[in-house]
């Protein structure tokens, strides 16, 4: 039986683990990408928008869990940059509705393609069996933001 301080221990790492890997990933996508295009919250959100849209801003703020006034600031931020754009909700005319543009969906794609590359060209360097671990950890990573979602 794992102990519960042995738990705690393993979340500790794992937390700092996962933060280094995504600042680190951010960081080469950025560099390869000339400039610092976006923040990490407003890539974030642009993401987020890609995946799950045309959505509210409403629907934006419950799904990145910030209020609807970052929200609706992150929003004309996007907008400023003209990575989405804002039309008329056709089923309610006072709502809009955001959706990523052609451009925002190609920064997207740029991005995944050198976090993808980055972290393809480190995982080379280990013998397979480690990254069979590795893949097992994300489907359980998966699974545990999977199960939080229907909680």
């Not at 923040?39 to 990145?64: D, N």
Request: glycine share 2%; no cysteine.
């Amino acid at each position: 039986m794992v102990t519960s301080f042995a738990v705690t221990e393993v979340a500790s790492h794992l937390r700092l683990a996962i933060a280094r890997a995504a600042r680190r990933l951010r960081q080469d996508a950025f560099e390869a990408e000339g400039r610092r295009v976006l923040s990490p919250t407003l890539t974030a959100a642009l993401a987020t928008i890609e995946l799950h849209g045309p959505l509210t801003p409403s629907e934006l703020a419950e799904r990145e869990r910030v209020k609807r006034p970052t929200a609706t600031r992150t929003i004309a931020s996007l907008e400023r940059h003209e990575l989405v754009t804002r039309t008329p909700d056709p089923s309610d005319g006072r709502a809009l509705l955001v959706a990523t543009t052609a451009a925002g969906r190609a920064l997207l794609r740029r991005l995944r393609t050198r976090k993808n590359a980055y972290l393809a060209r480190r995982l080379r360097d280990l013998d397979p069996e480690e990254v069979a671990t590795l893949e097992r950890a994300a489907e359980i990573l998966e699974r545990l933001l999977d199960e939080e979602k229907r909680t």
